[in-house]
């Protein structure tokens, strides 16, 4: 094998002037990278179309049927039924990733939708999609004094954390 033959996944280093001549050429280092930005960007928006068509997969239902559940789960705010609500769209969309959906969780009075909430509401906040605003954070601080166990000691992680 000649030493033009050899490769970075060989195992065998190159020498910085193998290196350099390489760079000259404009071979690069990391052939799966796009070169130029018109390159990168048809790679970014490919990766976004792609995540987009995932998502759709997971969430489960129809973006209509969704936004039929977010609207039932608002109408419902202040009632009986908002925990009903609340499950119909867990059921039927996951999660929710919005702020507002997510205090509606929070408000439902059920503790295993709370808990959920706090999930939807912890990976939102890492994700960044998130983003905490002063209702949130008076509902977490009114959770922390609740009555089960499971649901003040995770207000209060939650408050922690921020």
């Known amino acids: 094998m000649s030493r033009d033959d050899r490769s970075w996944n ?14 000259r050429e404009g071979r690069s280092s990391d052939p799966s ?7 990168q960007e048809r790679a970014d928006a490919a990766a976004k179309h792609y995540i987009k068509a995932i998502d759709g997969i997971f969430s489960g239902g129809s973006k209509a049927e969704i936004e039929k559940l977010a609207k039932a789960m608002r109408d419902a705010h202040g009632s009986a039924g908002l925990a009903d609500a609340c499950r119909a769209y867990r ?6 990733r919005e702020a507002f ?8 009075g059920d503790p295993e939708l709370i808990l959920a909430g706090f999930a939807a509401l912890r990976s939102g906040l890492e ?4 983003k905490l605003t002063s209702g ?7 959770l922390s004094e609740d009555s089960n166990d499971d649901v003040a000691e995770g207000a209060e992680e939650l408050l922690g954390q921020l």
């Open 33 to 39: 990278r796009p070169r130029g930005k018109p390159a």
């Open 10 to 23: 060989d195992g065998d280093k190159l020498s910085f002037s193998e290196r350099d001549r390489r760079r």
């Open 127 to 130: 994700s960044g999609v998130v």
């Open 101 to 108: 959906l997510i205090s509606l969780f929070l408000d439902s």
């Open 91 to 96: 059921d039927a969309a996951g999660l929710p």
């Open 136 to 142: 949130l954070r008076s509902q977490l601080r009114i």
